[in-house]
């Protein structure tokens, strides 16, 4: 997925608040659907195992936005 090497490299330099906020930045710069299919991949690479499934672009944004 575009994108994901940077959220990637985000992760590993631990700064899991970066990696949300960026998402957030690019949410506008790519299709729903694949800002949900990164999204998802994110918050389950950061270990966020509570999240709503099936997720909107709302409920996305309202977890990222809470991730610091």
Known sequence: ??????LT???AANDTRGA???LLK????MPEEQFLQ???WLL?????DSFPNPLT???LTDVLNKIN
Do not use: D
């Not at 389950?44 to 966020?48: A, I, R, V």
């Open 1 to 6: 997925m575009p994108f994901q090497k940077e």
């Open 9 to 11: 490299s985000l992760i």
């Open 20 to 22: 949300a906020q960026r």
């Open 26 to 29: 690019l949410q506008y710069a």
């Open 38 to 40: 990164l999204g998802t």
């Open 44 to 48: 389950l690479e950061m270990k966020q």
């Open 57 to 59: 672009r709302e409920m």
